[in-house]
């Protein structure tokens, strides 16, 4: 059988000018975001601003990654230790560990065949009277029907903060992930749309959230020296009430990821181009289900997932075990045993009492998921399809 020889986890180089824009900040020593001379905006705020203007919203703070912006977004919309937070039941750790970070009661909600969130589960429970936020995952890039999403949550007066981290460049109906809930944060982090090894961003239109996110990331009095930020006037209360978490970006980030923003249309494009092959060799095997993709929906094919409806546990485990001996390495969220970066949410046991997710179960158990890497060309593409038809045969 052939076998695929590429990694799955090697990333394209930072582009030129942002490695030489980050040896100019190296050799001026003011890597601190804070740390400029008077009138000289730092790397850190002109990518807040050019964020903010790339997405389209008011304001953006670059953070030191994706999970500590989500936590500092809980808390800028009033969310408070006992609180209960809607949040997907399939996503990864550092979401429902956010939530328990900012001391809330993670309610997750089920997932459906397509891997987005469900409306109708979570109809039912945003009625509840103590449900008064929700933590949405736009996990592996899968965006919901986020029209209903946000009628049912305006609905039941739920705040919603989107979890942005897959859907950087992505959009529903025309408009961008990140600018339906009133806070969202996305992920600069290594196998991300943007790579700074770590790092996120709060983005928001709101005045009072993004004048407490600033406080709380760690600006001391300096909130004046932030480009994409509301007037000072809205920090005269919250400056004396809002503690310091200190979680900033640094220049030296900032540098290179500047460079990597003004391409990041162009790098969705060609994400999708390989998403495209490599889901039309996978669709021609009988016996895998591709999620369907609405018209309104534009996403970033980093990753693809793919079910396996028809197997038991005892063949999905041996065929994970043969695509990764042909180099093709899957994740697969039915796995009781978490792996990597990849866990159940019945592993996450600092929830106290798990719920019953029958849909999610069923869902998970025979879901597979495959990084799509830039690093990837459509030839790349085709030859991990036919390992995978060709496993999925021998052992299916």
């Known amino acids: ?226 480009l994409a930020a509301p007037p000072k006037e809205a920090f005269a209360r919250i400056r004396f009430e809002t503690p310091n978490y200190s979680g900033r970006m640094d220049n030296l980030r900032a540098a290179i990821l500047r460079p990597q923003l003004k391409n990041l249309d162009e790098q969705c494009r060609r994400w999708n181009q390989l998403y495209n092959v490599t889901a039309e060799g996978l669709s021609q095997v009988a016996g895998i289900r591709l999620p369907v993709r609405p018209d309104a929906e534009y996403f970033v094919g980093s990753s693809i997932q793919f079910s396996l409806p028809d197997q038991n546990a005892a063949t999905i485990a041996r065929f994970i075990a043969r695509c990764e001996e042909q180099g093709v390495p899957l994740k697969w969220f039915g796995d009781a045993d978490p792996k990597g970066y990849t866990s159940r949410y019945d592993s996450w046991q600092y929830l106290g009492h798990m719920p019953e997710l029958p849909k999610t179960q069923r869902v998970l158990a025979t879901m597979c998921d495959m990084r799509l890497p830039l690093t990837f060309d459509e030839a790349d593409c085709r030859l991990i399809t036919r390992i995978i038809a060709e496993v999925f045969e021998e052992v299916c």
């Not at 992930?177 to 749309?193: E, I």
Request: with cysteine; charged share 20%; net charge negative.
């Open 1 to 226: 059988m052939i076998k695929f020889n590429k990694s799955f986890t090697q990333q394209e180089p930072i582009p030129e000018q942002g490695i030489e824009q980050a040896i100019a900040v190296m050799r001026s020593g003011r890597l601190h975001r804070y740390n400029s001379l008077a009138g000289e905006p730092t790397e850190t705020e002109l990518l807040e601003q050019e964020f903010a203007a790339y997405l389209g919203c008011r304001y953006s703070l670059a953070c030191a990654s994706g999970g500590y912006a989500l936590h500092i977004a809980m808390r800028t919309v009033g969310v408070q230790p006992g609180d209960k937070v809607l949040c997907n039941a399939f996503t990864l750790a550092p979401v429902p560990g956010a939530i328990n970070n900012a001391g809330a009661v993670p309610v997750l909600v089920e997932t459906t065949d397509d891997f987005t969130i469900d409306l109708d589960d979570l109809e039912l429970k945003a009625a509840a009277d103590d449900v008064h936020y929700l933590l949405l995952s736009h996990m592996r890039g899968h965006l919901a029907d986020m029209d209903r999403l946000m009628s049912i949550c305006e609905r039941h007066r739920i705040t919603v903060i989107e979890d942005c981290a897959h859907t950087m460049g992505a959009s529903w109906n025309g408009r961008k992930s990140g600018t339906f809930g009133r806070v969202a944060c996305f992920s600069a982090q290594t196998y991300k749309h943007i790579n700074s090894g770590e790092g996120g961003f709060l983005t928001t239109d709101d005045d009072e959230v993004m004048a407490r996110a600033i406080i709380y990331s760690g600006s001391y009095m300096l909130f004046e020296r932030h």
